[in-house]
Each structure stands twice: as C-alpha cells, then as structure tokens.
T-cell receptor, first 115, second 114 residues
Framework: AQTVTQSQPEMSVQEAETVTLSCTYD???????LFWYKQPPSRQMILVIR??????QNATENRFSVNFQKAAKSFSLKISDSQLGDAAMYFC????????????FGTGTLLAVQP | DSGVTQTPKHLITATGQRVTLRCSPR?????VYWYQQSLDQGLQFLIQ???????AKGNILERFSAQQFPDLHSELNLSSLELGDSALYFC?????????????FGPGTRLTVL
C-alpha cells in the first residue's frame, strides 16, 4: 500500500524568508502524481502545486516550487518570500495513475510565519 | 473559492441519527470524491463517483452510503451516527477520471455528534 510521510509536524519561518517542507512517499507504481495542499484556519483545502511523476522538471507556481527526487521518493515544497498568509497546515498527497483517483495524504506540517 | 459547494456548513445531531451531506461539483467536473478529516484518522478517502457511477471505495463504513445524481451533485448519507463520526467531511471534484487532474475541495461540512 502507498504511504505518505511528513516528518515535520511544525515549522516556523520569518516573513520574506524561504522555508522547505519535507514529504516522502512509498510506492511501487511508476505512474503517479504528487500534490501539495494548503489548509488555512478556515479549513478550506487549497491545491498549491502538483507534479507528474513522469516529468523530470520540478513544478513551480509563483513563490511555490517543489524538489521532486523520484529515486529517493521525496517531494519537498519550497515557499519563497514567505508571507503571513502562507501560515497554514500543508498536506502532501499522492495519487497513483489510472482510474483509481483517491488521494493519500500525509499527516500535515503546520507552518507558522513570524512577522 | 474552488467552485465546489457543500451544504450544510455545520451539522449538530445526536447519536443514532441519520444525516445527509450535499455536494455540487465545479461546473464541468464529472468526478466527485468524499473525504473525512478527523483528529485521530487525518484525511481519509471515503468514496468516488464518476458520472453517476461508483468508481472507488476507501475506508467507508457500512453505515455510510453515497450517490451521484444525473445533474452530478452528490450526497453522502451517514446513519446510526456515533460519537466517533464527528469530523469534517469534504467533497472534492475533478474534471476527469484519469490523468493528473487536481482535485478541488469544497469548504467542508463539520459534523458534530452529541
């Protein structure tokens, strides 16, 4: 069974600084997708960024980028120029390819942004 | 705003009761997913529907059932409620059934069982 591990329950960053959230996953599949979701205090789940396993290029969305290391099964999220609005719980998620579309989530990392 | 709507936002009920949670997917999305978020279990996949048909099942209890209607909205029915069913229930939708489509989540329904 596939698993997703986020080993950092909590992280803190100063405003305008850069922070990296870690995620590792375990799978024997070759076709899969990885996602980062943000859950602010409102509890809304917001898709931040996604990565296809077959793509070597790391995904980037404005201040958010990933470091995808397929061989190491690592998928970290880098937030540059951190803003107060980035404070939230961040979940890493895995979905295997094909028609089974369920997301498997990690336990989350709570990010605090200090002014 | 993801475009996915869920009603009601909050639901407080008693043990043994039955409730129905409703979800409308984003316009054009054919897939609907239900997830449960609780403190002890984290985010867990319950069930997926695609264009009216059940496509995948997760750790959904037998007391729970769901369906997707011809207009693509979905309902999650929870019966014989127990205290442990208290959780945040999310609906998500995506345009397709295969491929790397992101799933877009609704605001959730917070269920409290007393």
């Amino acid at each position: 069974a596939q698993t997703v591990t986020q080993s950092q329950p909590e992280m803190s960053v100063q405003e305008a600084e850069t922070v990296t959230l870690s995620c590792t996953y375990d799978t024997s599949e070759s076709d899969y997708y990885l996602f980062w979701y943000k859950q602010p205090p409102s509890r809304q789940m917001i898709l931040v960024i996604r990565q296809e396993a077959y793509k070597q290029q790391n995904a980037t969305e404005n201040r958010f980028s990933v470091n995808f290391q397929k061989a190491a099964k690592s998928f970290s999220l880098k937030i540059s120029d951190s803003q107060l609005g980035d404070a939230a719980m961040y979940f890493c998620a895995y979905r295997r390819g094909g028609a089974t579309n369920k997301l498997i989530f990690g336990t989350g990392t709570l990010l605090a942004v200090q002014p | 705003d993801s475009g996915v709507t869920q009603t009601p936002k909050h639901l407080i009920t008693a043990t043994g009761q039955r409730v129905t949670l409703r979800c409308s997917p984003r316009s054009g999305d054919l897939s609907v997913y239900w997830y449960q978020q609780s403190l002890d279990q984290g985010l867990q996949f319950l069930i997926q529907y695609y264009n009216g048909e059940e496509r995948a099942k997760g750790n959904i209890l037998e007391r729970f059932s769901a369906q997707q209607f011809p207009d693509l909205h979905s309902e999650l029915n929870l019966s014989s409620l127990e205290l442990g069913d208290s959780a945040l229930y999310f609906c998500a939708s995506s345009v397709g059934n295969v491929g790397g489509f992101g799933q877009f989540f609704g605001p959730g329904t917070r269920l409290t069982v007393l």
